[in-house]
């Protein structure tokens, strides 16, 4: 029997046709009736069915009893759990709870429409995702340019001609903050219009070895290339906001802040000549439609809040922003945005800081960075209890070791996970939920980040596990039992909202969002559409989008302005000589979460060094051979491969591996082990502006093993 799905491991909403033997899944394909991923999949969906039949997969919850683990019912776990948290909330305070997001929840609706309920239930202020191990950045430029944190632009690709991409690999990501399922069809698309593709990355990336031109640059010092290409802009005239002119505040000080940022007083600092900057400046700005996009690469890095704020300033003052072509935004059919506004909760920045080390808030959540050590600093408020989601941020978080140390200390722990990986291990209970096609599926989240507008939603195929429940009621469920105890915030009109939403349940919350989303469509419209539906191109939506007061279009934020101050002491400093590490993502794994599939794991390793020859060289280290990596933090030991895709004075590993645990569950995983990039990378080292892990650009030594 033929049915339909969309895969929900990655950020592409490919839509997949999925043929059963009954329960069974005997294959996954690309739906090619989807009229936004048109039959495009990458190797991970094929996967899906490998975790739902997974023998290491958590089926029924289970409590840990010293070193074992024994299996006990929904109703004596959420009861203890419940107890628990809310007695070591009356004894030491509602935050002495924390709370981990892990990033498989953007890819659930029914855990993101719990979410907000679920931690404003608790009451806790020491919450932390996985945001500020990624996109944070990106968030606050919005918040402080467009007065909303998750009004974020996408670029416009299917109509561009000019597409600068800064420290991202879509070919790997199949998009990333850029949901454009079928991305190399869409830049081969670019290519065959007359466009133009320019990759600027420490590494040749899959994206960078297909484009028409690649630059190297120097990791994190992507703040100063903006700028530099700011500053060629502006002096040779080429600024033109067009009709954002009419809206815009801040011209003159982001004109004033590029002039000290010229290319050839950057270029040390870069890797990158002048003269090529002056001549990208100048392509860009001139292309009849152009979009510079920057990802993973000039987020997690030391001056990741400014890079991201750059981003959309040169799309601003090139006249590219809210523009065909362009940089845009989504008009999705839930429209998330909208609902916010009307909630009165558009986000907010720096309203309280963590307790070690005074770093800001963002929308109610500390940086991750700051989690182990707000776990081990003895001191009041300190996290005595903690409940994580979806999450493994023992592999996902700066400085791991120092987190899986720490989190043998807590006094009580629950997790919400389908394994018992390497973070999870330290539960006192695991709590499982459903997955995959066990359940329904709409993309709530990157439907608000696609580069062209649709729709669609799809029926559960095979039956959940009888031992597992869904996100929605696991998290309601477990919120409700803390407060029947005692602990969260005491609040009538709260008991009687957690009440309402587990009654109404998240197909109705949903169905409710898209009958007064943009589009006016429903469930049962959608479910009418079983392939999805195109809902059209991007539009401009300036200035009626914005959340600032009186509509304007902030283009030099004071936070930002204030923060050259750090980045000038930076270019006053002597250009590194030394090994800094980066980070990759590869097209077969999606973070920690994927790597008990054999499908996906087996063949050459994946966890590999890549070294420039010319490093490794001076170094007497060869290919293939095992070398020792060492940072401030600890030390690990891998494979390296010489190649030149890598510049000369960076390696490159990736992120996820590390899977050698004692505790952990993942046979697979334990097999093809590897080592965790974030037992080398530093929880000292952040964006000093938003708190943003900086995982990018970590000084290191290598050498033979």
């Given amino acids: 029997m033929a049915a339909l799905h969309t895969c929900m491991l990655c950020e592409a909403v490919c839509g997949v046709a999925v043929e059963l033997d009954g329960a069974s899944v005997r294959s996954v394909r690309g739906d090619p009736d989807d009229p936004f991923s048109r039959g495009h999949l990458c190797p991970k969906a094929a996967a899906i069915p490998d975790v739902q039949g997974d023998p290491d997969r958590i089926r029924e919850p289970q409590r840990r009893e010293g070193d074992r683990w024994q299996p006990v019912s929904w109703e004596a776990a959420l009861d203890e759990a419940g107890e628990r948290i809310a007695a070591i909330q009356g004894k030491h305070g509602r935050s002495a709870l924390g709370v981990y997001i892990g990033n498989p929840t953007v890819h659930s609706y029914a855990a993101m429409l719990a979410t907000p309920f679920f931690s404003r239930a608790l009451g806790t202020r020491a919450r932390f995702s996985a945001t500020s191990v990624d996109q944070l950045p990106h968030m606050l430029a919005s918040l402080e340019m467009f007065g909303h944190q998750v009004l974020l632009p996408v670029p416009d690709v299917d109509r561009t001609s000019f597409f600068l991409v800064l420290g991202a690999n879509p070919l790997a990501s199949n998009g990333s903050l850029m949901t454009a399922g079928g991305i190399s069809r869409r830049l081969d698309e670019l290519r065959a219009r007359g466009g133009k593709l320019v990759v600027v990355d420490p590494r040749r990336t899959e994206t960078a070895a297909a484009a028409d031109q690649y630059l190297a640059i120097r990791p994190g010092s992507d703040a100063l290339l903006l700028f530099a290409l700011l500053h060629v802009v502006f002096e040779e005239g080429l600024a033109n906001l067009r009709r954002l002119e009419r809206f815009s505040d801040g011209l003159p000080e982001l004109r004033a802040a590029a002039r000290a940022f010229s290319p050839e007083r950057v270029a040390g600092h870069t890797g990158i000549a002048p003269q090529e900057i002056r001549s990208l400046a100048r392509s860009f700005a001139s292309a009849p439609a152009a979009v510079a996009y920057g990802r993973v690469g000039t987020c997690t890095q030391e001056f990741g809040g400014l890079s991201a704020w750059l981003i959309v300033a040169l799309n601003a003052v090139t006249g590219n922003l809210d523009r065909e072509g362009g940089f845009m935004f989504a008009t999705p059919a839930a429209d998330l945005v909208a609902l916010a506004q009307r909630t009165g909760d558009r986000g907010h920045f720096g309203r309280w800081r963590s307790r070690v080390r005074s770093l800001p808030e963002f929308g109610g959540e500390l940086p991750a960075a700051t989690l182990a050590e707000e776990i081990d600093t003895p001191g009041d408020c300190r996290i005595r209890a903690l409940v994580t989601f979806a999450g493994n941020p023992v592999l996902s978080t700066p400085n791991g070791a120092r987190l899986d140390r720490a989190l043998r200390g807590l006094e009580y722990m629950v997790s919400v996970d389908l394994y018992r990986n390497e973070t999870t291990r330290h539960a006192n209970l695991i709590l499982p939920t459903s997955f995959g096609f066990e359940r329904d599926h709409y993309d709530l989240v990157f439907y608000t980040l696609a580069v062209r507008n649709a729709a669609r939603y799809v029926k ?63 469930l049962r419209k959608l479910e009418q559409h079983p392939h999805g539906l195109d809902l059209g191109p991007l539009r401009p939506q300036l200035p009626a989008r914005l959340s600032t007061p009186g509509k304007r279009l902030r283009l030099a934020p004071a936070i930002f302005l204030r923060d050259l101050d750090r980045l000038e002491a930076r270019l006053a400093q002597p250009a590194t000589n030394g090994i800094v590490l980066i980070g990759r993502r590869a097209l077969r794994s999606n973070n920690s979460w994927m790597h008990n599939s054999l499908r996906l794991v087996k063949g050459p390793a994946g966890c590999v060094l890549l070294m420039h020859p010319d490093d490794a060289a001076s170094r007497g280290l060869r290919q293939g051979e095992r070398v020792r990596v060492s940072s401030r933090v600890g030390s690990i030991e891998v494979p390296v491969g010489l190649t030149d895709d890598v510049a000369r004075g960076v390696v490159s590993l990736p992120h996820g591996w590390g899977h050698a645990r004692e505790g952990a569950s993942l046979s697979v995983a334990a097999a093809h082990a590897g080592a965790s990039l974030n037992d080398l990378t530093d929880e000292l080292s952040v964006d000093a502006l938003s708190g943003n892990a900086a995982f990018n650009g970590i000084p290191v030594t290598v050498a033979k093993a």
């Fill in 460 to 522: 559960p195929l095979v039956p959940r596990p009888a031992g597992v429940r869904g996100d929605f009621e696991v998290l309601l469920d477990l919120a409700m039992s803390v407060r029947r105890h005692g602990g969260g915030r005491r609040s009538r009109k709260l008991g009687a909202t957690l009440w309402a939403a587990r009654m109404l349940g998240e197909r109705r919350l949903l169905d409710l969002l898209l009958r007064f989303g943009p589009h006016r469509l429903s």
